[in-house]
């Protein structure tokens, strides 16, 4: 199922994550009712009425379930699901501002106009969805800034080729034109049933999926480095 909506969008032309283009309707929409809240309080006037707040978070909260869903898919799809951190903490905090949202939306019912109490539930929503961005933008970008030499969803494949392919073939620099590389099924065909005295690879070492992010690792990432 899930493979084959990514296999779909690959058909068209699509082949990265989907939740980065998702994720910028709820995070815009509680950053923008952060910014107004921030103003009325600032220059102590009315803004908008509660009611434009409370559609704007009421807003947010219905995309945030779709982000997240293709924030899980994607986690699937590119990282095989592994538990890297910046995973588990947005995880953890996008379950904060489910709440916080929950929060947001009861209070501001009852609420009349802008007061420095919902001002503090959309600082605390915003501050969730900074740190919630920051750890995605680290799931891309190494710690100081430098992208990554291998992009995170291509690790998976970094790590299978280390412990079962790199002491016969380092850095694959032998097999990089194989025929066998042509395409995923010829590749993984080759894995179950290898020639000469290449050992065969069966499912129980390395799945069906696991042997996508392998074939997507050689022809994408040593590929490029053999080309620089
Ligand atoms: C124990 C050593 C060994 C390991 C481990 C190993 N290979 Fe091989 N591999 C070989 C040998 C030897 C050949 C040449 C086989 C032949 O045609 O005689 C080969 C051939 C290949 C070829 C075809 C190259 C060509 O030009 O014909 C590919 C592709 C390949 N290996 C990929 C892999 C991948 C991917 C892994 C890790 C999952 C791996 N190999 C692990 C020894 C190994």
Redesign the pocket.
């Known amino acids: 199922m899930i493979e084959f909506l990514y296999d779909t969008l690959e058909k068209i032309g699509y082949n990265h994550p989907i939740h980065p283009a998702l994720t910028h309707i709820p995070m815009g929409l509680v950053i923008g009712a952060f910014i107004f809240a921030v103003i009325a309080l600032l220059f102590r006037r009315t803004v908008l009425p509660q009611s434009a707040y409370n559609r704007i978070i009421l807003l947010a909260f219905v995309f945030l379930f779709p982000t997240i869903l293709f924030g899980y898919t994607d986690w699937q799809h590119f990282y095989e699901g592994a538990w890297l951190f910046p995973i588990k903490i947005k995880l953890v905090l996008s379950g904060v501002l489910i709440v916080l949202l929950v929060i947001a939306l009861m209070v501001g019912r009852k609420a009349k106009k802008e007061t420095k109490g919902m001002l503090v539930i959309y600082t605390l929503c915003f501050l969730t969805v900074i740190v919630i961005g920051y750890f995605g933008g680290q799931l891309v970008f190494e710690g100081e800034g430098r992208p990554l030499t291998v992009p995170m969803r291509f690790m998976v494949g970094e790590k299978?080729?280390a412990i079962?392919?790199?002491?016969?073939?380092p850095h694959?620099e032998?097999?990089l034109?194989?025929?066998?590389?042509s395409d995923l099924n010829t590749?993984r065909a080759?894995?179950r049933d290898?020639?000469?005295?290449?050992?065969p690879?069966p499912p129980e070492k390395?799945s069906d999926a696991q042997a996508k992010r392998?074939?997507q690792y050689?022809t994408k990432m040593l590929e490029e480095s053999k080309s620089k």
């Open positions: 299978l080729f079962n392919c790199n002491d016969c073939h694959g032998d097999i034109n194989a025929l066998q590389l590749f080759y894995l290898p020639k000469g005295d290449m050992p690879f390395i392998l074939y050689i």
